[in-house]
Structure formats: structure tokens, C-alpha cells
């Protein structure tokens, strides 16, 4: 083994010598960067002067005599493709501003006005088009910054920058401004008005700014900057020019109100037509109020009264044959914004689809009218970030205490029951930023506690769950170096029967028989737990980069009613190697080696996985992009293969996966890619899938995402049972090979009447099916083989066609078990309408479809029945929503 790792390390250090000298191109092929660049030190910075009284009307004309006059900030130079070289195209940008707002005249000149590539689409959705953006670290922290952009056809795009990274950016953030754009044959013009009150600043007479402007042409795949960051570095606001010349400004007290109104209808053609709680039209409706207050400069509390907490897009369909919960990405918009500020380093201590999700319990009647969601009756937000440099951010929600109606057919009598207890959630969050880097230190606690009054209650939720810790990023170098680590905690109480449940969950499986460093305590009232992790980065620099890291969670940590955590008892260690290039040489324009491997042990010392992996991404001369990457991981030992039960061997695999994509400034744009599994047991699996859009010069942008995945998994958990032999500690595990296959497909239609009038349409239509075979059992712990019924003489294995159940007959007894086949047809679409009829108000009508079916045959699927899906049963529903935005202050 030794000798394959030290050819495997040569194999890797002749490549990145070959690629090397590949790209050593004569000089005169090469751009290097201009030998009298400026130093760092030397800033570049512009001035804003005060225009009272000689406003500009934001028109996208920029005719008022006060453009004229102002200074020009231009001069911008290349990252792509050639870095360091002057723009190929002029770009002038001039700032001026009042006792209200700031105010941003810009001119992007041409060649030929045919070169602005451009397409008409909703807020945030810019795309490939031609744009400017303007990025403000108004608190002048080199950490944190506001983009305000707009495109060559009017488009507005707005994001927050919580961290001094050029991709860290948060979308929600959602300020109300204005922008309008006009073409001439030499230039198109963008004039930005950007109100004080959409702002965060320190409350000084003088202020200075943060400044860098970015200019995207994508005719020409050139990337222009204001300041240059070159991309063998690192950092972001850090790296800004400033914006001078602003005083006399007060930081307004932005109290902002809006008021809504909703109204929905669910016509649904899959309930059961003898349950008295089934209606086929459901017509519901509600107000609500948003909040947003200034505490002070620097804080801003978000508030919502009997909100409304739908989202306008639906969850992806899949299959989860895993023991693990399904994460979806949030959707709310309450919820989105501000969401980065919420997480830091480590776990995922706040979860935020905690707060609403579906009712916990189960009524024991065999009818009711169970809600989707929990209601929740309030929620409220603190954010901002001091001009010490202490960043705050807190969330506190209170969901309703849910009853719902039931119905016993047998007695024939109407109930109530209790499927939620009252239940507060809270998170806080604070950072503080240090030194010349920027270096952090944080610190975050959530809380959840409930008001358990039903003994049902009692038995599966905790009552009360605390989780926290503290966290670090320490930067040396300018920041070519970073330091970063964590330490947290995690503790909950609850009764007995609900601790028994966590601890037989997945995410610890306590129960382990022959897991001698953790105890399955029936009795315990209260868990316990922790978690650490330590790393050191080389994050930035011409070739080389490099991280080292560990982290590890104790079996009790425990963190799921608030956050998210898969699995605890875990000691994980990684580490990487890269050589880059971003130099553009004869074939590619830039490329990345990467050689990396992991490994990872429980507490009790059992090696879990190992893997190694090598990697190679590349742009291409023509901006066309590919990666391809290789991983091999050893056979280990397993503890949540048997789901509680002893340890499981699986074997050694390996796994490749590629993909390519055209340039990113094309109108039609494509992705493929392709993947390849396969282990020494005898699983395996392919799937392959792409993407491809169409952007029209105008309105329309289409898009489609199909995939097919077609798998053979020989070691399917399926049940466990008793009477299984003393090897196994007495109880069966049984296993199976399962033959799966997926398909689905995401269609996206985008219609853009205006930048503030679109229609979007989506629909994924999915299918996915399952059929297992070779039924067999674990025949002793630490095993990689099964004792398969149908070839054990001394065992066999019948199926029921009307009970549905598969029966195990051997020595030791009887085992039964469900016929686990699938066949699942889903097609989820919607249609939302979206009007920002008053700057900051939105009427929102949506419309949306869920259809599907389920059978037991197996039947192996393919891309084609995808359209059967078409044909499933289901429910639409549809909603209109109006809001009006109300500046108080």
C-alpha cells in the first residue's frame, strides 16, 4: 500500500509539472500584471458633493446641470480576462447627495450599441446582462458591505456582504430604491437614487465610505473593477477606495409599516370521500402587519404580527431510504433576510423551518383536520452592528398551541386532540471584529421551550433544548492565512420516554449492543453534550493553498429542535493540497489540482470512513468550464448501517464525477455532467443530468434541469426483528439489494413585462421507483456479507400478495416484514405573478399544483414516465397577496 501511495503522489507531481509547463507560454502570449501598479497603501477614493435644492429626478437622462460638475471616478482595470490591464471600455461614475439620500450618475460607454447584451427580468434575476454595481461598506468596518446594481435594461439587484468575501452575499437583503436607465448609440446611462434610510451608518458629522464599482460586459466576458482585488488574494470591503465628502447626514430612524392581506382557495381532488373533514374547496383568508424600526444608528428591529409565512415556490420531490430527515432550504422571506447573520463556524445551531413546521404529534382518531403547518403568532428580529464593531443579531418566535378536530367512524363521535404544545424558539448571535485583519470572535445560543400539557406530548417532544457556543477566524498575512475553530454545547430536558426516543434516534442510536463507550439510559430526564473543531487555512496566494482541520461532536450532542445534526459520536480530520494557476496561458485561462483526504472514528475508537480524493477545474481560453474529480474510500467499519443494531462492514469504492458548461455570457447556456459509483460489494450507481436556459434580447428566458439516476444498492436496510441469532446480540437485520432508478426534470419559464411586472412559471415533474430482491440478514456484527434467505436451505422467505407482507421462516422463528417496493409519480408546479405596484408594495397572485401517486410493483422507471405524472391525482391552490409599504420616518 505504501508504494502505491508514493506512486500515486508522483503520478500527481508529474501532472502539475506537465500543466505547468503547458502553460508556460512566451511571454508575449501571457498578461501579466502592469509592473507599476499601485500599492496596496495607496487607496483610490472619490468625493460626494451636497446637492440641496438641485436634486436630480431620477430619469436615467442625467441632463441636470449638477452631473456636470461633480468629479469622476473611472479608471477601471480588468480581473478577466486580462488582470491588471486598463478596461477596454470607458466607464464614468459620479456621486452627489442631499439630506435624504445618495445619489449615483453613471455612464458605461460603448463601441457599438449593439455589443450591450442584455434581458428584461424580475428583480435579483440579472443573469448574463451587461451591468454596474456599486458596493458601500457604509460603516467603514473592511468587513461588511451593501450592492446596489442595475442592468442595462433596468433590472435592480441588491445584496448584503456579511463577511469581507466578494461571494459572500445574502439576497434578502431588500431595501427599497430607485434606479431607471436609458441607451444612446455611444452609451447606456443609469441613474441610482438610494434613500439614507435603506442604509446603516455610524452617526457622524463626516462620513467615509467604502467604495468599489463593478462593471460586467459580457459581450466581451470582461469582468472590470474600480479597485482590483487580484485573484490570487483574498478580501473584499478590506480592499475598497473610499467614498468621501458626505456630512451633515443623520441616520434615520427608518420606521417602516406593511400592512397585508391575503386571500387563498385549495381545490383538492385526493381526500377521502368518508372523512367528514374533507372538503374539495377550502377558502381561508388573513391580515398581517410587517415591522421594520430603528433602534438607534446602528440596530434594527424586524417585527410581524399575525404573519403569513407561506411560500410561493414548493420543496423538491425525492426518495429518502436513509434513516436521516430531509433538509430543505428556506423559503420564507421573514426567515431569508438576514439569515447569514444567524449562522456562524460549526454546527448548524438554528434551523430556520423549525419554526411553522408540520405538527409533531399524530392524532390516534382515524379522521382529522390536521394542518400542513404549525401557526405561528409572532416573530421578531434584532440586527446590526455597532461602531465598536459588534455585530448583533437575535430571532424570537412563538408558535400556536395546534388543536385539530378528529373523528371516530366506530363510536361515531367528533373529539379534539392536541398535535402541538405552545412553543417559543429564540436565537441571538454576536461578532466582534479585531485587529488590522478583521479577525473575528463570535459567540451564538438558541432556545426552545415547550408548554408540554398533553401526556402525548410528554412522551416524544422534549421540553425545553439549549444549544450554543463560540466560534473563531483569526487572519494573518492579509489574510493569507486563517485560523478557525469553534466550541459549543448542547443540552435538553424533557421526560423520560422523550429522552428514550432521542437517544434511539438516528442521529445517536444509543441502543448500539456491542458500543461499549455510550450507555441506552431509559430513565434519564436530561442529555448533555459538545463539540469542537479546530482548522488552519491557506486561503490566498499565487500557486499553492492548503487546509489541515478537525472537529468532533460527543455522542450526546444534540441539537435537532432547533438546528440540524445528522449524526454525533464523531471524530472527523481532513486535509487538502492545491496548486492553482490564474494566469491565462495557451489552453486555459485558468486551473486548480486538488488532492485531499479524510477520515473519520466514533468515541469508542472504530475507524468509520477513509477517503482520498483528487480533483481538477478548469476555465478554458473560450470561458467554457470543466471539472473532473476522483474519489477512493476504504472499507470501514459502520455504526448507523443497522440502525441501532451492531456495527457493519462496507467495503472499499470508488466514485468519479465530471461536468462541463459554456460561457457564462451566452445567451443559450448549458451544463452536463455525469457520475460513476461502484464498491467491492457489488453496489453501484450512474447518473447523469445537465442543465440549459435560453435568454432572449428582450422579455423571455426559458431554462430545464432533467436527470436520470439509475442505482443497485446490495445493503438496503429494510427491518429488524427479533429471534435473530447471538452473533447479532439476538435481533435480525435485515438487508436487501435494492434496483432504483430516478428522473425528474425542472422547467422554468420567465416572463418579464417590466423590471417590476414578471410572470414566472415552474413545473418538476418526478418519478422514481424501487425494487428489492436477495432478502437477507446480518449473520454476525462487524460483517460485510448477508446470510441471504432464498439461498440458506435452512431458511426461507414467502411474500403475501394480500397482506402485503413478506415472511421469514427459519429455526430460530418467524420474522414479517412490508413489501418495501415503490413506484412514486410527482408533478409539482406553480405559476406567481409579481406587481411592485408602489416602490417597496407587492401584489403577489400564485398558483400552484401538487399531484402524485404511489404504488408497491417495483417497476423500474425511465425518463418516459415522467409524463405519466401529468396524470396523477392532486390539489391546486391559489393566492393573492398585497402589501403596502408605509414610511413613517
Same mark, same amino acid.
Given at each position: 500500500m505504501k508504494g502505491k501511495e508514493r506512486y500515486g503522489l508522483s503520478g500527481i507531481i508529474l501532472l502539475l509539472m506537465i500543466l505547468g509547463a503547458v502553460e508556460s507560454a512566451p511571454a508575449a502570449l501571457r498578461t501579466p500584471l502592469p509592473s507599476d501598479a499601485p500599492p496596496d497603501t495607496l487607496k483610490k477614493s472619490v468625493a460626494a458633493r451636497r446637492c440641496d435644492g438641485n436634486s436630480p429626478i431620477i430619469d436615467g437622462t442625467l441632463t441636470e446641470a449638477i452631473w456636470q460638475e461633480l468629479p469622476v471616478a473611472g479608471d477601471f482595470l480588468q480581473k478577466e480576462p486580462a488582470e491588471g490591464k486598463p478596461a477596454t471600455l470607458r466607464t464614468e461614475v459620479r456621486f452627489c447627495y442631499d439630506e435624504d439620500a445618495l445619489y449615483i450618475g453613471a455612464t458605461m460607454f460603448v463601441d457599438n450599441p449593439a455589443e450591450i447584451q442584455s434581458t428584461l427580468s424580475r428583480r435579483d434575476n440579472a443573469g448574463n446582462s451587461e451591468r454596474l454595481l456599486v458596493s458601500i461598506d457604509s460603516y467603514?468596518?473592511?468587513? $461588511?458591505?451593501?450592492? +446596489? #446594481?442595475?442592468?442595462? @435594461? #433596468?433590472?435592480?439587484?441588491?445584496?448584503?456582504?456579511?463577511?469581507?468575501? &466578494?461571494? /459572500?452575499? @445574502?439576497? /434578502? +437583503? @431588500?431595501?427599497?430604491? &430607485?434606479?431607471?436607465?436609458?441607451? !444612446? #448609440?455611444? =452609451?447606456?446611462? =443609469? &441613474? *441610482?437614487?438610494?434613500?439614507?434610510?435603506?442604509?446603516? +451608518?455610524?452617526?457622524? @458629522?463626516?462620513? $467615509?465610505?467604502?467604495?468599489?464599482?463593478?462593471?460586467? *460586459?459580457?459581450?466581451?466576458?470582461?469582468?472590470?473593477?474600480?479597485?482590483?482585488?487580484?485573484?490570487? &488574494? $483574498?478580501?473584499?470591503? !478590506?480592499? +475598497?477606495?473610499?467614498? $468621501?465628502?458626505?456630512? #451633515?447626514?443623520?441616520?434615520?430612524?427608518?420606521?417602516e409599516l406593511t400592512p397585508y392581506s391575503v386571500a387563498d382557495v385549495t381545490v383538492s381532488r385526493t381526500g377521502n370521500p368518508f372523512d367528514p373533514f374533507y372538503n374539495k374547496i377550502d377558502w381561508r383568508g388573513n391580515v398581517g402587519i410587517d415591522m421594520k424600526m430603528g433602534l438607534g444608528p446602528n440596530l434594527t428591529l424586524d417585527a410581524t404580527v399575525n404573519p403569513d409565512f407561506g411560500q410561493v415556490e414548493a420543496d423538491p420531490a425525492e426518495v429518502n431510504l436513509s434513516a436521516y430527515e430531509t433538509y430543505y432550504s428556506e423559503r420564507r422571506p421573514f426567515f431569508i433576510e438576514g439569515s447569514q447573520l444567524l449562522s456562524g463556524e460549526g454546527p448548524e445551531y438554528f434551523y430556520s423551518r423549525r419554526i411553522g413546521a408540520p405538527p409533531a404529534l399524530t392524532p390516534e382518531a382515524a379522521y382529522s383536520d390536521r394542518p400542513i403547518n404549525t401557526t405561528i403568532l409572532g416573530a421578531a428580529k434584532l440586527s446590526g452592528r455597532l461602531s465598536s464593531g459588534l455585530s448583533i443579531a437575535a430571532l424570537t418566535a412563538l408558535t400556536q398551541r395546534e388543536f385539530v378536530d378528529t373523528y371516530d367512524p366506530v363510536f361515531r363521535k367528533y373529539s379534539e386532540e392536541m398535535v402541538e404544545p405552545l412553543t417559543g424558539f429564540g436565537v441571538m448571535r454576536v461578532q466582534q471584529e479585531f485587529g488590522e485583519e478583521t479577525s473575528t470572535v463570535g459567540a451564538m445560543l438558541t432556545g426552545v421551550k415547550r408548554d408540554l400539557s398533553s401526556p402525548a406530548a410528554e412522551r416524544l417532544l422534549t421540553r425545553e433544548a439549549v444549544s450554543g457556543g463560540i466560534d473563531w477566524k483569526l487572519r494573518f498575512d492579509r489574510a493569507t492565512y486563517e485560523l478557525g475553530g469553534y466550541t459549543g454545547f448542547s443540552y435538553i430536558t424533557g421526560s423520560s420516554a422523550a429522552l428514550a426516543r432521542v437517544q434511539r434516534s438516528s442521529a445517536h442510536y444509543f441502543q448500539r449492543p456491542d458500543a461499549d463507550h455510550i450507555t441506552y439510559d431509559p430513565t434519564r430526564t436530561s442529555l448533555a453534550g459538545y463539540t469542537a473543531g479546530l482548522w488552519l487555512n491557506k486561503q490566498s496566494g499565487k500557486h499553492w493553498l492548503w487546509q489541515v482541520g478537525s472537529s468532533m461532536e460527543t455522542p450526546g450532542f444534540e441539537i435537532n429542535d432547533a438546528g440540524i445534526l445528522q449524526s454525533a459520536d464523531d471524530i472527523d480530520s481532513w486535509g487538502a493540497l492545491a496548486y492553482r494557476e490564474n494566469e491565462p496561458g495557451l489552453i486555459f485561462h485558468n486551473y486548480e489540482i486538488e488532492l485531499s483526504a479524510s477520515s473519520g472514528w466514533n468515541f469508542g475508537g472504530v475507524r468509520q470512513y477513509t477517503s482520498m480524493g483528487l480533483e481538477f477545474g478548469t476555465t478554458f481560453r473560450n470561458f467554457y468550464m470543466g471539472s473532473i474529480r476522483f474519489d477512493y474510500g476504504t472499507g470501514a467499519l459502520n455504526d448507523h448501517l443497522t440502525r441501532g443494531g451492531p456495527l457493519m462492514r462496507s467495503g472499499d469504492g470508488w466514485n468519479i464525477f465530471a461536468n462541463l458548461s459554456n460561457s457564462y455570457s451566452d445567451d443559450v447556456r448549458w451544463n452536463v455532467w455525469a457520475s460513476r459509483f461502484s464498491d467491492a460489494l457489488g453496489s453501484w450507481n450512474w447518473s447523469s443530468g445537465g442543465s440549459a436556459s435560453v435568454r432572449s434580447s428582450g422579455w423571455l428566458e426559458f431554462s430545464v434541469e432533467p436527470s436520470y439516476t439509475r442505482s443497485v444498492n446490495v445493503r438496503q436496510y429494510v427491518a429488524t426483528a427479533d429471534d435473530g441469532p447471538a452473533a447479532t446480540f439476538g435481533r435480525r437485520y435485515i438487508f436487501a439489494t435494492v434496483d432504483q432508478g430516478t428522473a425528474s426534470a425542472q422547467f422554468r419559464v420567465n416572463f418579464a413585462f417590466s423590471p417590476d411586472l414578471t410572470l414566472e412559471l415552474y413545473a418538476e415533474p418526478f418519478a422514481a421507483s424501487g425494487a428489492y430482491s436477495a432478502f437477507g440478514e446480518l449473520p454476525a456484527a462487524g460483517s460485510d456479507q448477508l446470510r441471504i434467505y432464498s439461498d440458506d436451505p435452512e431458511s426461507s422467505i414467502a411474500y403475501d400478495p394480500e397482506t402485503k407482507l413478506y415472511v421469514v421462516n427459519d429455526q430460530r422463528g418467524t420474522a414479517a416484514f412490508a413489501n418495501p417496493d415503490f413506484n412514486i409519480l410527482s408533478f409539482r408546479s406553480n405559476a406567481v405573478l409579481r406587481w411592485e405596484w408602489v416602490r417597496g408594495s407587492t401584489l403577489f397572485l400564485v398558483w400552484q399544483q401538487n399531484r402524485s401517486g404511489y404504488d408497491i410493483d417495483g417497476k423500474l422507471i425511465g425518463p418516459v414516465d415522467l409524463l405519466r405524472s401529468f396524470d396523477s391525482p392532486g390539489d391546486n391552490f391559489i393566492a393573492l397577496k398585497i402589501s403596502y409599504w408605509i414610511p413613517v420616518t
Open positions: 467603514n468596518d473592511n468587513r $461588511t458591505a451593501y450592492t +446596489f #446594481g442595475i442592468t442595462a @435594461d #433596468g433590472v435592480r439587484i441588491d445584496y448584503y456582504h456579511p463577511s469581507d468575501y &466578494e461571494m /459572500s452575499r @445574502d439576497y /434578502s +437583503f @431588500d431595501p427599497v430604491w &430607485e434606479a431607471r436607465v436609458t441607451r !444612446s #448609440g455611444a =452609451a447606456w446611462v =443609469a &441613474e *441610482i437614487r438610494i434613500p439614507f434610510s435603506q442604509l446603516r +451608518f455610524n452617526n457622524r @458629522d463626516v462620513q $467615509t465610505w467604502g467604495l468599489n464599482m463593478n462593471r460586467y *460586459i459580457p459581450f466581451r466576458n470582461e469582468d472590470v473593477y474600480w479597485v482590483l482585488i487580484p485573484k490570487n &488574494e $483574498t478580501g473584499w470591503s !478590506s480592499r +475598497f477606495g473610499t467614498l $468621501t465628502g458626505i456630512r #451633515g447626514i443623520q441616520p434615520s430612524s427608518r420606521v
